[in-house]
């Protein structure tokens, strides 16, 4: 995990895992704009904390360390 990554166009603290890449990303843009196809970002079904690691399931705070991700 890259904690120094930014993303130009949202601002949080958590990653999305692209199941079609096997990557993670800062957003759905910024995985767009690296593949030469669309995320459907419906389909993302896991997250990964910036601040701590923790994977877990789509939601709006870290289930380990409380970290708020936007």
Do not use: T, V
Not at 38 to 56: E, M
């Amino acid at each position: 995990m890259n904690k120094n990554i930014k993303c130009e166009h949202y601002k949080r603290s958590c990653f999305i895992y692209s199941l079609c890449c096997k990557k993670w990303y800062q957003c759905r843009i910024c995985h767009d704009e690296s593949e030469d196809h669309s995320l459907d970002r419906f389909k993302i079904s896991k997250i990964k904390c910036a601040k701590c690691g923790k994977i877990q399931k789509p939601s709006n705070k870290c289930i380990q360390c409380s970290n708020k991700f936007a």
